[in-house]
């Protein structure tokens, strides 16, 4: 049984870790807030952007480019999003698992390269030892969004793409949904994933102006029929409340672009409020453990003093009756 003076330092430790422990739930909710704040006000035009875009893409059927075209999978990069700093629960864990499912899954499908873009110390620490090739050192991104630097890493991802050097593009990072839910996500960069979003109503309906993927075939096979026979006709797309100004290739060109940057950094600030509200969680519960053990520790010291009084007085008084 420990003596009274080594519980004594026992407590005193465990109080100086819940002072710690305690400031670090209060730092990581102060950072939450404005995370939260950021993240609120992104989201809703982010959302509003891809589903304006994609429901334009997919109802024209000139809407097509090489953004939009999927091709055989050989060289991938994946953006993950992870954190500098550890002590924030399962976060950090959860999503290297997901970078070595998805790496796995590639693997296996016969793909030859694998580019790792990490967001954050934990995820390029992670690649470096699993032997993958990362592709730049984004550490100072991760405590500080920067639209411009997600800017850089969305233009240089573009032209890769564009280029052929890479045949796909996803995002590996969590989804701030409440303080105390953070939804592990995988998305597709590029190419553009209309399917995802033709998959949102459901299929086609009546009430709806969102063509499905074979509509567009259709209308293509349909168009260059046409022109073979009759160069007066031309088929008419499914969606006509589009009014597209100057053209097609113009407006495209400005908005393929500005969702991909709003893509990247609402990743971030989606990354950035769940790593908080992870941290402010981890903290509440350490804080809470070191509470109990406290409790347990005080009620064991107290019994402890006070069997060593007892046996104190027990000696006194055998002394006084042997006297």
Do not use: W
């Not at 875009?53 to 999978?73: G, Y």
């Not at 026979?229 to 008419?236: C, P, V």
């Not at 350490?286 to 104190?312: F, G, M, P, W």
Request: glycine letters at 4%; hydrophobic letters at 40%.
């Amino acid at each position: 049984m420990p003596s009274l003076k080594e519980i004594k330092t026992r407590i005193a430790s465990v109080n100086s870790t819940r002072k710690i422990t305690s400031a670090m739930k209060m730092v990581a909710s102060s950072k939450l807030h404005h995370a939260q704040v950021m993240i609120e006000n992104m989201l809703p035009y982010e959302t509003l952007l891809e589903h304006i875009l994609k429901s334009f893409i997919a109802s024209e059927a000139d809407a097509s480019n090489v953004f939009t075209q999927e091709r055989p999978v050989k060289r991938i990069a994946l953006v993950v999003f992870s954190s500098n700093s550890s002590l924030c629960g399962g976060f950090n864990t959860n999503v290297l698992k997901l970078m070595e499912q998805v790496i796995s899954e590639y693997s296996d499908a016969g793909c030859e390269q694998v580019v790792i873009y990490p967001i954050g110390r934990k995820a390029a620490e992670k690649a470096t030892k699993l032997g993958l090739k990362v592709a730049g050192n984004f550490t100072d991104l991760a405590d500080k969004p920067n639209v411009r630097q997600c800017i850089e890493i969305a233009r240089e991802l573009g032209q890769l793409y564009v280029k052929g050097d890479i045949d796909r593009v996803e995002l590996v990072y969590h989804h701030f949904k409440s303080a105390g839910s953070q939804v592990l996500t995988r998305k597709v960069f590029l190419p553009i994933d209309v399917k995802s979003e033709l998959e949102r109503d459901h299929g086609r309906d009546l009430t709806t102006v969102i063509a499905t993927k074979e509509s567009q075939e259709y209308l293509r096979r349909k168009e260059q029929t046409t022109n073979k026979e009759q160069k007066s006709i031309d088929a008419k797309p499914l969606n006509d409340n589009f009014i597209v100004e100057p053209d097609m290739k113009t407006v495209l060109s400005a908005l393929i672009p500005k969702l991909a940057h709003l893509m990247l950094y609402t990743a971030l600030l989606d990354s950035n409020a769940s790593e908080h509200a992870a941290r402010m969680v981890a903290m509440q519960t350490a804080t809470d453990n070191a509470d109990e053990l406290l409790r347990e520790l005080k009620l064991q010291y107290n019994k402890s003093r006070q069997q060593a009084i007892t046996s104190e007085l027990l000696d006194i008084v055998g002394g006084t009756v042997n006297n």
